[in-house]
């Protein structure tokens, strides 16, 4: 517990210093593209800034966010377990730690001439200083490093959040402008400078208003740049050298596991087997996500069984369910303690072996809509068989936007009915979704019956089973052939949910795990206990008559009558 908190603490520690910089950045990078407009508009901005960042709690706020978020970034280094990352991370990193190797030169030059020997450091000092030289391209590159190295930051920060993915394209495109806008006034700045430079008469004026340094303070100031230089690349050396002690200790504390047909890898001790295939990259099939629920990671131990305690009864139960065969294990539930070799019976192939972890399989626990169209044989029987698929479409046209416009997705038509699928974030929100979506249905529905009426056509009812349980997620078929698709208990018993709203008389039967998880508490009276076939346990549910007003109902169904 304690570890989480520290890791919680840091990890916050990290966000708001980055946050601070990252701001600091975005002011700094406009205030350089007003170069575009004129010199007195850049230094305007500029002293308007300074008022903030140049007084002490400013630079307190900067300076402190800069050291707390640099320290955050080298401890993480160094502490790592291993350098094997994600490429987004991989090229953060790597923009982090060239960032304050090129930023030495620009602080010393400017907020530390300015400090010390009385420099004006406005943006036409600096623009003249870079000008043309080896260390403007530097610091364009600085510029450039920083913008990306904050913009990754906060989209991995953010990408979890519905509103920034919706905004995420037009938040793209101003990204890409800032540090252009940037660049076009700096290199405006700089050329107007640069041409009041040239002219011998404005000279000395220039030298005057920014109170340049003399030859001797700027050998004083590049001194000072490479000894910070040094220092920072002693301290990149000691946080090297503290990973790779880490390292070899970790060695010297591993156990070895080799894999039939694969590599011999080294991984620290107390990890299970599976683990160890994920941290070394080993491939390694495993349809739950290691969680014991299946034996698609299971592997023939040829060396090092002995060393493993006795499968656990929920193991064992498993392994005997597919007849496992004498040293078989789960990868999940074993943790080598000594030198180990395995064999993984299901290694997965060349094929497998790119698909995604969807395809594999992925548990959720989600709400599940089954809908079915009432006496439909019935109704259609000596019909053309054209006049069928016209009626079933139109049906689906006028029900199915409700589902959709919730966030639902038909997982399959079947007939005339269909499986609905709420994927959310969490089993609450999937419910509330399922709830509303039943709503909009049968209020579709009436729309629909009611052009139908106009027809003189009979009008079209319906049975909805809704219930919330657990599913699993995966392309089930051939590679390259296998639809999307889900399956579970939960599916049966949605789908035995909506068998019975006929023999009810009602319009829909939702289950109480959905209104529970839906925040809604509901009234035993006002309950069914239904035994469905399939389904080991009776399964208490909630009739609606008709659906049109569900939330008002659902509002008058709990015992105090609110939800």
């Known amino acids: 517990m304690d570890e989480l908190w520290r890791g919680t603490i840091a990890t916050r520690l990290r966000i708001a210093s980055g946050l601070v910089l990252f701001a600091y950045a975005l002011l700094h990078f406009l205030n350089i593209g007003l170069g575009l407009f004129s010199t007195e508009l850049m230094h305007a901005a500029q002293d308007l800034r300074q008022i903030v960042t140049r007084s002490i709690p400013g630079t307190i706020l900067i300076y ?19 350098l094997r990352m994600p490429p987004w991370e991989a090229a953060q990193t790597v923009f982090g730690l060239l960032i304050p190797v090129l930023l030495i030169a620009h602080l010393v030059h400017t907020r530390t001439a300015h400090e010390l020997f009385g420099v004006q450091d406005e943006m036409g000092y600096i623009s003249l200083l870079l000008y043309n030289t080896l260390d403007g391209w530097k610091q364009c590159a600085l510029l450039l490093l920083v913008w990306a190295h904050g913009c990754i930051g906060l989209h991995f920060w953010l990408r979890g959040k519905a509103w920034w993915r919706r905004a995420l394209p037009w938040l793209a495109g101003v990204a890409a402008l800032v540090p252009a806008f940037a660049l076009a006034g700096f290199l405006t700045e700089a050329r107007r400078i640069s041409a009041r430079f040239a002219v011998p008469q404005q000279r000395e004026t220039i030298f005057a208003d920014y109170n340049f340094p003399d030859a001797d303070t700027f050998a004083l100031l590049i001194g000072w740049t490479r000894t910070l230089g040094w220092g920072l690349f002693g301290l990149l050396v000691a946080v090297a050298a503290i990973y790779v002690a880490k390292a070899v200790l970790a060695r010297r504390q591993s156990v070895r596991v080799r894999y039939v047909d694969g590599p011999q890898v080294w991984a620290p001790r107390g990890l299970t087997l599976l683990e160890v295939s994920r941290l070394r990259g080993v491939p390694h099939a495993s349809l739950c996500g290691g969680r014991g629920r299946c034996t698609t990671c299971r592997v023939l131990v040829e060396e090092g ?64 809509m089954f809908l079915d169209m009432r006496g439909f044989t019935a109704r259609t029987t000596g019909q053309l068989p054209y006049d069928v698929v016209f009626l079933l479409n139109r049906f689906f046209d006028a029900v199915v936007p409700a589902v959709t416009g919730q966030g639902g997705t038909i997982d399959k038509y079947l007939g005339d009915g269909f499986l609905a699928i709420f994927e959310s974030a969490t089993p609450q929100a999937s419910a509330q979704s399922a709830l509303r979506a039943i709503e909009g249905v049968a209020r579709a529905l009436d729309t629909f019956n009611a052009q139908l009426a106009e027809e003189r056509q009979p009008p079209v009812a319906i049975g909805i089973g809704a219930h919330l349980g657990d599913v ?92």
């Open 64 to 82: 402190g966010a800069f050291a707390v978020h640099l320290t955050m970034v080298l401890a993480r280094l160094a502490l790592r377990g291993t």
């Open 305 to 368: 069984a002995e060393d493993l305690p006795p499968p656990t009864p929920a193991e064992a139960r498993s392994l005997a369910a597919v007849r496992a065969g004498p040293g078989t294990r789960l990868a999940c539930q074993i943790v080598p303690v000594a030198p180990t070799t395995v064999f993984r019976v299901f290694q997965p192939d060349g094929h497998r072996r790119h698909r995604t972890h969807a395809s594999q399989g992925e548990e959720k626990r989600l709400a599940l």
């Open 472 to 563: 699993v997620l995966g392309e089930i078929g051939a590679v390259g052939q296998a639809p999307r698709t889900l399956i579970g208990d939960t599916v049966n018993t949605a789908s035995r949910l909506e068998g019975v709203t006929k023999e009810h008389g009602v319009q829909a039967m939702i289950s109480a795990p959905l209104l529970l998880a839906a925040g809604h508490t509901p009234d035993l009276e006002q309950m069914v206990e239904l035994d469905l076939r399939g389904v080991q346990a009776p399964l208490a549910a909630w009739p609606v008559d008709h659906a049109a007003d569900l939330a008002a109902r659902l509002r008058a169904l709990s015992p105090a009558g609110t939800a």
